[in-house]
């Protein structure tokens, strides 16, 4: 089967349409980075604490704000996750401007003072009255607990009962004694269980935090990875390619980064580590297909040496839309899948994906070869755009 | 079948058979990233300055003995920084004494006389010597717990030769518990009480005119362990968590989880005379400078006691623990911490690869249904891939974890090695349409894309080698998967597709009709 038997399509007919598209774009991204909301840094670099939690019972998201306003704690960004109910959120919070070096440690305080907000009393007191939180010890704990009681085989009893906790079933939160006992454990455990112990009232899954300084060093770190990248691709398009194709795929790179950027800048995503990441690959992916299009203007120029430059660049994207088409279908495909079930941990990772995988198509159809026409017009080469 | 056929197929059963065996069982065999197995990555920065501080404080008590010994006079020994200090008021007739004094007893130390006052600094290299051992010290104490703690294969490294430590602890279930282990500086130390418990500090100092005496100090009771409150105690201490030789949980006589602790033979002594001589006073007991338990000297104590306090259990372990494996020469700060529990970990690993199958499997069909037979041969070679990025993963270990940025990576390198197939199928059928034979067509076509590929691999691998470079753990795992995958999609979109094309299409030389 084929999607474009013998294509015709007058892509280079859109020039201006694409370049007034991308601009609007581009510098309504810059204003809004600029002058507008800008861009959220993630705590990988600004510093800050992110913690997942997960509750007993559900947490309606505004009292969780109206428990951070009573704390004074201002108010951290919240991310409830949908499959979860109100059950499981991811909290996160920068870095205050730090004063003294004493405050070197303030995302973890920060972060010890979010999960004691949310702590409910009833488990403060349990925990005051000497008993241990089930949904929170380890299986150290737990064994030196039942060890006085149940001699033997105390240690698999207690990874049993963690086991079954970090199971699937449950993901880090056991909500009563009951769940314990459908789950195969002594109806005796259980009952030592019930006096010794309580099911706390949420578990932390994930905590990150990272201090300024760690934080200014991410950020150094991936500004350097990305000016190396970037000058690398430069040194093989360089290497690669006659200065006008060259020049062309470098502005098409930019574009796809500010493109990207921009559209960054109207999410409520923040750009962290993974997001870096991806811009990256997608600069590589879009790249290659600038090449693979380019490859072929340059051989067409041989080949039809009678035609018009642009109806050149017109079937030489009619003659790989074919791979581009395929190729951004196969890599979306697999993007996408990991955008709706890689979870949560991965999704901006997945989202910064898919939308390069879009933009990267685009711009090596819509702005790679208009840039490379508009080259010709302007500087008119004297020996051609034939290598 | 041709001889240089047979070749490449046993080279690629080989690479097959090589790969299984790398990768299999991958339970064992493939390493997971922190972020899939749960656990724990502390980067902590010890303030050396603390150990530089505590070093300048034994040498003035040390200096000041000297001089009373050799009669010397001074009216006090300042100190005036983490690193230096001043003999104030000497009398300039012995200044040639305590210069020889200072020359042979405290060679790290620079000094210089003006007038009365003679002003001592540490030396450069011994400011260095020691910040340095300082953080050797601690990541010795650091791996002492984390040993007692029993936890698999934890690493602890120092980063380069600065100041941090990185610790990561695999399959760790309770974070908080092991980040108040590795932090204390657990300095225990066994004090005389001379007053209090006050409510403040001017309750406390009434009597005394509201001045702290040259020999004591003010510390507060651990509002954890006792009533709280404001204390006087000496500054000496007779014994202190350096000398102890065990320490262990225990119960004292009403049940209670208490700590005991044994103490090397010489401070045995020190402690048995100590006690004698201070008879029904109160003495403390210090952990990093906050009272846990205050107690009347009863009787007279050897080398064993108990500490007491309102401990659980699991604390009295902790301190226990702790205590065992020595203090930590300076304080530590956590600069960054990411911990993640095991339920997100297998949630993730579970994510993670039915994202993979789901990819895996769109991308099949779609190969399967747009290139029909030459659809499966992309299959098989994307098959290969698969296998060769664990083989290579199993191979490398614990060099290269496989973190859920690294699945995504084997899911990118499923999109993206089908482009290589991509790029040739599509040659082919030109070259087909063109009227050219199967063989010819086939021929034609790997070649002609072959430098297209090649090209576009180039430019994914140079930003993934500098992700590497540059990233920290989970990131890098993404560019190693990234890296091998495509690099090996070189190896199976090229060389085993043409070889299977070779072996289907050479029994039936006459064919007309490729399915692509």
């Avoid at chain 2, 006389?113 to 010290?137: E, F, I, M, R, W």
């Avoid at chain 2, 064993?304 to 065992?324: K, M, N, S």
């Avoid at chain 2, 072959?450 to 753990?473: E, K, M, P, S």
């Amino acid at each position: 089967m084929q999607i474009f038997k013998q294509p015709h399509f007058k892509f280079m007919k859109y020039k201006y349409i694409a370049f007034a598209f991308s601009g609007i774009i581009i510098i309504s991204g810059i204003i809004n980075i600029t002058k507008g909301k800008g861009l959220t840094g993630g705590i990988d670099f600004t510093g800050g604490t992110l913690v997942q939690i997960r509750f007993k019972n559900p947490y309606p998201i505004a009292d969780l704000r109206q428990a951070f306003r009573d704390a004074e704690l201002g108010s951290p960004r919240l991310q409830r996750l949908e499959e979860e109910g109100e059950r499981e959120y991811i909290i996160r919070t920068t870095s205050p401007e730090l004063e003294t070096e004493q405050d070197q440690e303030a995302h973890e305080i920060m972060g010890n003072r979010i999960v004691d907000v949310l702590t409910k009393g009833e488990d403060r007191s349990a925990l005051a009255r000497g008993l241990a939180d089930l949904n929170n010890i380890d299986t150290d704990e737990l064994t030196s607990i039942l060890l006085p009681s149940f001699p033997e085989n105390t240690q698999e009893i207690a990874s049993m009962i963690i086991n079954l906790r970090e199971s699937d079933d449950f993901k880090g939160i056991i909500e009563n004694y009951d769940q314990l006992l459908e789950a195969g454990i002594d109806q005796k455990v259980v009952d030592f269980l019930k006096e010794k112990t309580f099911m706390g009232s949420l578990s932390v899954k994930r905590r990150e935090s990272v201090g300024p300084q760690v934080g200014s060093e991410l950020k150094t770190r991936a500004t350097q990875a990305t000016i190396w990248a970037l000058i690398g691709m430069l040194i093989y398009i360089g290497l690669r390619f006659k200065f006008a194709y060259g020049v062309s795929a470098i502005l098409t790179l930019a574009h796809d980064v500010l493109f990207t950027l921009s559209i960054f800048s109207f999410t409520n995503r923040e750009i962290n580590l993974p997001v870096i990441a991806a811009v990256l690959t997608i600069v590589g992916y879009s790249l290659n297909d600038t090449i693979v299009i380019f490859d072929r203007v340059r051989d067409n120029i041989k080949a039809m040496r009678k035609h018009h430059f642009e109806d050149i660049l017109n079937t030489s994207l009619n003659q790989t839309l074919s791979r581009t088409v395929i190729t951004s279908g196969t890599t979306f495909l697999t993007v996408f899948a990991l955008f709706v079930f890689g979870g949560e941990v991965i999704n901006d990772f997945a989202f910064t994906m898919i939308i390069g995988v879009i933009i990267g198509t685009y711009s090596s159809i819509y702005q790679s070869c208009p840039l490379l026409f508009f080259w010709n017009k302007i500087f008119k080469p004297k020996k051609g755009m034939g290598k | 079948m041709k001889k240089n056929l047979r070749w490449k197929v046993i080279l690629v059963l080989i690479v097959i058979g090589l790969a299984i065996f790398l990768a299999y069982p991958p339970g064992e065999k493939i390493h997971l990233g922190l972020d899939l197995e749960g656990g724990m990555h502390l980067v902590l920065e010890v303030i050396t300055e603390d150990a530089l501080s505590i070093e300048t404080d034994q040498e003035i008590l040390r200096l000041e003995e000297e001089l009373k010994k050799k009669k010397l006079e001074y009216k006090i020994v300042a100190k005036e920084g983490i690193s230096r200090f001043s003999i104030q008021e000497i009398n300039p007739a012995q200044e040639r004494e305590i210069s020889d004094l200072l020359d042979d007893n405290f060679r790290d130390w620079n000094y210089s006389v003006t007038g009365s006052t003679v002003s001592v600094s540490l030396k450069p290299a011994a400011v260095n010597y020691l910040k340095d051992l300082s953080v050797k010290q601690a990541q010795e104490t650091i791996q002492n717990r984390v040993d007692e703690l029993g936890l698999a294969e934890p690493t602890i490294q120092r980063q380069g030769t600065g100041n941090r430590i990185i610790v990561e602890l695999p399959g760790v279930e309770n974070p908080d518990r092991i980040k108040n282990i590795i932090k204390t500086t657990a300095l225990l130390e066994w004090r005389l009480v001379l007053g209090g418990p006050a409510p403040d500090q001017e309750t406390l100092l009434r009597d005394l005119g509201g001045e702290i005496p040259p020999d004591q100090e003010v510390l507060k009771g651990d509002p954890e362990r006792t009533e709280g409150g404001y204390y006087l105690v000496s500054k000496v201490a007779p014994v202190t968590g350096q000398d102890l030789i065990n320490a262990r949980r225990s119960v004292d006589e009403w049940n209670n989880p208490a700590v005991l602790f044994t103490l090397n033979a010489e401070a045995g002594r020190r402690f048995y005379k100590f006690t004698s001589d201070n008879l029904n006073k109160p003495l403390s007991i210090i952990l990093d400078g906050k009272i846990q338990e205050v107690a009347t000297i009863r009787d007279r104590i050897p080398d064993r006691g108990v500490i007491h306090g309102t401990f659980t259990v699991e604390q009295a372990e902790d301190l226990a623990l702790i205590l065992r494996a020595g203090p930590l020469p300076a304080t530590v700060k956590y600069l960054e911490e990411r911990s993640i529990g095991p339920s997100l970990g297998k949630d993730s690993i579970r994510k993670g690869l039915s994202s993979m199958v789901i990819a895996l499997i769109l991308v099949i069909v779609f190969m399967v249904f747009y290139y029909r037979l030459s659809g499966f041969n992309a299959v098989a070679a994307l098959t290969l891939n698969i296998l060769i990025i664990m083989g290579i993963l199993g191979y490398l270990g614990e060099n290269a974890v496989l973190t859920l940025p690294g699945i995504a990576g084997i899911i990118l390198t499923i999109g993206m090695a089908v482009d290589a197939n991509v790029l040739v199928f599509e040659r082919i059928r030109e070259e087909l349409s063109s009227g050219k034979n199967v063989w010819s067509s086939i021929a034609s076509g790997f070649s002609r894309a072959f430098r297209t590929i090649l090209d576009a691999n180039v430019t994914t691998i140079i930003a993934a080698i500098f992700l590497f470079q540059f990233g920290t753990g989970p990131i890098r795992g993404f560019a190693v998967t990234l890296i091998i995958g495509i690099t090996a999609s070189m190896f199976t979109a090229v060389f085993v597709s043409r070889l299977i094309f070779d072996l289907t299409q050479s029994r039936k030389k006459k064919r007309e009709k490729l399915s692509i």
